[in-house]
């Protein structure tokens, strides 16, 4: 308990950004997969885009939808398109941003 001859305590803010986790399946409960999305809203507060970030077996996926059911039917998609069509491993469009090498396919 603080006596009255003590300093008075300084309240700090903390900056915290809270990262919302998902889960995202390939047609089944075996082959899951968990990533992070974040929500965008406007000045209103009112929200306009989710962005997804989600790893399927070393495959970087970023998505955006304007709905998170949106957002899950794309990641959905996306893990089946990795694991089931092997799109990583089809020839697309590479290119070199800061020393990584992306492919769009």
């Known amino acids: 308990m603080r006596k009255k001859?003590?300093?008075?305590?300084k309240k700090t803010?903390?900056?915290l950004?809270?990262?919302e986790l998902f889960m995202a399946r390939a047609n089944d409960w075996k082959r899951t997969f968990v990533g992070t999305l974040t929500r965008e809203k406007d000045e209103?507060?009112?929200e306009i885009a989710i962005h997804?970030?989600?790893v399927v077996n070393n495959c970087k996926v970023w998505a955006m939808a304007p709905t998170f059911d949106l957002m899950g039917e794309y990641n959905d998609d996306a893990a089946v398109l990795i694991l089931d069509y092997k799109i990583?491993?089809?020839k697309g469009v590479k290119y070199l941003?800061?020393?990584?090498?992306f492919s769009h396919n």
């Not at 001859?5 to 305590?9: G, M, Q, S, T």
């Not at 941003?97 to 090498?101: K, L, T, Y």
């Open 13 to 15: 803010t903390i900056n």
């Open 44 to 46: 209103n507060g009112n």
């Open 5 to 9: 001859n003590d300093k008075p305590v």
């Open 88 to 90: 990583h491993e089809m």
């Open 17 to 19: 950004e809270i990262t």
């Open 97 to 101: 941003i800061a020393g990584n090498e």
């Open 52 to 54: 997804s970030k989600l």
